[in-house]
């Protein structure tokens, strides 16, 4: 049996994020896979440019990717008490492809952030956002990463060995729905 196939998508898009660093650290935690991190940096959702141009090819091919994904990490930072715009806006323009990449996909939502509660209104929001997709979320244990730039050492694993176990357990979940 071959390895199966983890898509990461970080809703930050800066270059030392601490959410694409949680991602990865979670795909290693998951064990053996196929993994590729997905690219979130796509225009703005306008239902003109859509009307105009079609959904953009970057888009159709996020959708792809998460449509082949066996399962799919998703982290997103809290943005003034919300998820970034970067994973709402990809969701937006996800839901205007005709592929439901969503639909019974396991998916496991994790959130970092600066503040002590490390973006648990932000990963709340995602998995609202969510629902109406139909992907199979798993409920826990809810991975929140306060203090995020303090979190990871320098070859980019989780020093805290709480926050280790908590998203090993995550990622042992994910596992076995896939």
């Given amino acids: ?29 998951f064990g053996p896979a196929q993994f590729s991190m997905g690219d979130l940096n796509l225009p703005l959702y306008d239902g003109d440019v859509e009307d105009e141009s079609g959904v953009p090819d970057a888009v159709d091919q996020l959708a792809l990717a998460i449509k082949a994904a066996d399962a799919v990490i998703i982290s997103t930072p809290e943005y003034n008490k919300g998820l970034s715009g970067v994973v709402k806006n990809a969701l937006d323009w996800i839901s205007r492809t005709k592929h439901r990449p969503w639909h019974d996909k396991p998916v496991a939502v994790m959130s970092a952030a600066a503040g ?12 609202q956002c969510l629902v109406a997709f139909q992907p199979r979320l798993i409920t826990g244990p809810e991975m929140h990463l306060g203090d995020s730039s303090n979190e990871f050492g320098e070859n980019g694993r989780l020093t805290s060995e709480r926050y280790t176990d908590t998203l090993q357990q995550l990622m042992d979940k994910l596992r076995a729905m896939t």
Avoid: F
Wanted: charged share 25%.
């Fill in 116 to 127: 002590r509660a490390g973006g648990e209104r932000g990963q709340a929001m995602l998995r």
């Fill in 1 to 29: 049996m071959s390895d199966p196939v983890l898509l990461g998508l970080s809703g930050s898009l800066r270059q030392d994020a601490t959410n694409t660093k949680l991602v990865a650290e979670a795909a290693r935690l």
